[in-house]
T-cell receptor, first 113, second 112 residues
């Protein structure tokens, strides 16, 4: 099974509403949790990340929260806009020795104008 | 896409031919990575390299080969042994030990 589980797989919201995407990881030693946004036909873009020594990080309309006890981290987008429509991926280093990311399966966010 | 370039954007090959995908970065990053993405799916790690002249297999290395002769370059060869080579290929790089990975624009390979 997947080591990084991401939910939901699709999410449709009205413009101006909030969107929340959640990822669950399995390795308690994980210490870095990035979120990527991928637009159609393009490479993923790092939009926000969090390290295990903090519980929340904000950057304008986006925020990431981390719950180490429950082993999950979430992406929060407030005041959504049509240009937020994309596929969002979480990632987890999993094996910090190899320093490579394992990605979630992605969430397709559609913001309805 | 930062300072990572991948070429070409689209590539077409006949079955049985080897093909090499280019990845160059001018970010002075130590590590470089190759991922494969199939339609509607996440990214899977093919190979990665943390230092020149050294690289490690990822989760789906069979049918692929790489080289890292220069810090800024990490070409990927898709060999005829790869059963299902048609996919979107993404190259990334990062500094170490911080693993903030930045991606190139990708190469879409179609093999018929």
């Amino acid at each position: 099974g997947e080591n990084v589980e991401q939910h939901p797989s699709t999410l449709s919201v009205q413009e101006g509403d909030s969107a929340v995407i959640k990822c669950t990881y399995s390795d308690s030693a994980s210490n870095y949790f990035p979120w990527y946004k991928q637009e159609l036909g393009k490479g993923p873009q790092l939009i926000i990340d969090i390290r295990s020594n903090v519980g929340e990080k904000k950057d304008q309309r986006i925020a990431v929260t981390l719950n180490k006890t429950a082993k999950h981290f979430s992406l929060h987008i407030t005041e959504t806009q049509p240009e937020d429509s994309a596929v969002y991926f979480c990632a987890d280093p999993m094996d910090t020795g190899r320093r490579a990311l394992t990605f979630g399966s992605g969430t397709r966010l559609q913001v309805q104008p | 896409d930062g300072g990572i370039t991948q070429s070409p954007k689209y590539l077409f090959r006949k079955e049985g031919q080897n093909v090499t995908l280019s990845c160059e970065q001018n970010l002075n990053h130590d590590a470089m990575y190759w991922y494969r993405q199939d339609p509607g799916q996440g990214l899977r790690l093919i190979y990665y390299s943390q230092i020149v002249n050294d690289f490690q297999k990822g989760d789906i290395a069979e049918g692929y080969s790489v080289s890292r002769e220069k810090k800024e370059s990490f070409p990927l060869t898709v060999t005829s042994a790869q059963k299902n080579p048609t996919a979107f290929y993404l190259c990334a790089s990062s500094t170490l030990p911080r693993n903030e990975q930045y991606f190139g624009p990708g190469t879409r390979l179609t093999v018929t």
